[in-house]
């Protein structure tokens, strides 16, 4: 199993590098915050560009329970289609 994010993550990804996260805000609201450094990811405040609601649209509004899984599989199954994938 790997230690964290940057383990987990080969060096040269064949897609783009994303950020999975669960929150109880809008997506765009809590990129907002990221931006401002309110509660941030250092790599969304330093390089997020934009949401990718193509990848997460389907899944809101969830349960926090069933959030909390969905995090961690939807990191996994992103880094299996070749995304670099950063997780809280």
């Given at each position: 199993?790997?230690?964290?994010s940057r383990d987990a993550?080969?060096?040269?990804?064949?897609?783009?590098?994303?950020?999975?996260?669960?929150?109880?805000?809008?997506?765009?609201?809590?990129?907002?915050?990221?931006?401002?450094?309110?509660?941030?990811?250092?790599?969304?405040?330093?390089?997020?560009?934009?949401?990718?609601?193509?990848?997460?649209?389907?899944?809101?509004?969830?349960?926090?329970?069933?959030?909390?899984?969905?995090?961690?599989?939807?990191?996994?199954?992103?880094?299996?289609e070749g995304y670099g994938?950063?997780?809280?």
């Open positions: 199993m790997k230690r964290n993550t080969p060096a040269m990804p064949a897609k783009q590098c994303v950020y999975v996260g669960m929150t109880g805000l809008k997506p765009d609201d809590r990129l907002a915050k990221h931006k401002a450094g309110l509660r941030a990811n250092k790599f969304v405040r330093l390089y997020g560009q934009r949401l990718l609601p193509e990848l997460y649209e389907c899944y809101n509004p969830m349960p926090y329970e069933a959030a909390r899984e969905m995090e961690v599989e939807l990191a996994i199954g992103l880094r299996e994938v950063w997780q809280a």
